[in-house]
């Protein structure tokens, strides 16, 4: 049974809640009226979700003590409010959660909240852990090879030349491919035959970029799509 922690300062909206999340197969760990408690309990005991009311009593309001709580833990956090305000919508845009549920909800709405939540939470698991490496064979052996190593792919007909920081592969299988096997928030296609590692650029212009000492190529009109890219990052 997953156990949820209730962070919410209206006494008997949480104890309603608690009771229906009882009846809809979750324990309930706690209810917890302010941020300090919190973070001392989960010192103690980490729930598998946490459903939090972003106006608290104390220091810290819902959304910065979630902040707190994703810098240390990797709990999933679904909001409950009763505000629309664009001020508060905004702050909670810059966080990663799982879920917003608005007040008052019906029994339906916080069900479909609760397993939407988990699902996220489990799909960035997965996609976190999915890509930390490239499973390459290379003289009769499965070498599994760091993504974070990987400077950059390149087409080599029905085969793929991948760089790392120590060696170079060569993949049996085309360049799109061996793609759907990285993170596609650090690789990407720059030309035709090329895939590189955001994390690997040392410079770049109009027409071409350098990683380590290799120069390649960038596709016509790719430029400010990938200033965007740096930039962001």
């Known amino acids: 049974m997953k156990k949820i922690l209730i962070v919410e300062d209206e006494f008997e909206l949480a104890e309603n809640l608690k009771d229906i999340l009882q009846v809809i197969g979750y ?19 980490q729930p598998d979700l946490i459903i939090m009311d972003i106006l608290i009593i104390g220091n810290l309001d819902g959304i910065d003590l979630a902040y707190k709580i994703k810098d240390t833990y990797e709990i999933p956090i679904v909001f409950l409010t009763g505000y629309t305000d664009k001020a508060f919508l905004d702050r909670i845009s810059n966080i990663l959660y ?9 029994l339906d709405r916080l069900r479909s909240s609760l397993y939407l939540a988990f699902k996220e939470f489990d799909k960035k698991k997965q996609s976190n852990t999915k890509h930390l490496t490239l499973k390459i064979w290379d003289k009769g052996f499965l070498v599994p090879v760091p993504t974070n190593e990987i400077t950059h792919l390149e087409a080599d007909g029905l085969y793929t030349k991948v760089h790392t920081l120590t060696k170079p592969y060569t993949v049996r299988d085309i360049l799109k491919d061996v793609a759907t096997q990285l993170p596609s928030d650090k690789f990407i296609r720059i030309h035709k035959s090329f895939i590189v590692n955001t994390d690997h650029i040392v410079g770049f212009n109009s027409k071409e970029l350098n990683v380590g000492l290799k120069i390649i190529p960038i596709r016509r009109g790719f430029y400010k799509e990938l200033k965007k890219i740096i930039i962001s990052e």
């Not at 324990?27 to 973070?39: F, M, P, Q, T």
């Not at 799982?98 to 019906?106: D, H, M, V």
């Open 27 to 45: 324990e309930v760990s706690a209810i917890i009226s302010n941020g300090r408690d919190v973070l001392l309990n989960l010192e103690i005991e």
């Open 98 to 106: 799982e879920g917003y549920l608005l007040k008052p909800f019906t």
